[in-house]
C-alpha cells in the first residue's frame, strides 16, 4: 500500500493519500481488527469496500489515530 503524499497541515491535521494494491487477503494480514471492527467490516459489501476499510485501519495504526468502535474516533485529536 504505497503512501503516494503526507501532508501535515498543523499539529492536529494530516493529509495521506495511498493507493491500495494489495489483495483482501493480504491487507487482512496487515491489520488486526477488534471484535468491533470485525462487525463493522461485515457490513461492508463490496470488495472495493473492504479493501477500503482495511486500508484505512492499516494507515490509521501506522499513524497512532485511535478506531475503537470501528469507526473513526475523533477524540483522539482533542
Known sequence: MPLLKSLLIDNKIQIHIWEIDETLFSL????????????????????????????????????????????FDISSFE
Do not use: H
Request: aromatic share 10%; hydrophobic share 35%.
Open 28 to 71: 487482512k494480514k496487515l491489520v488486526s481488527l477488534s471484535s468491533e471492527q470485525k462487525k463493522v467490516f461485515q457490513t461492508r459489501k463490496s470488495l472495493i469496500k473492504k479493501k477500503q476499510y482495511l486500508a484505512s485501519r492499516r494507515l490509521m495504526e501506522m499513524f497512532s489515530i485511535n478506531d475503537i468502535y470501528g469507526v
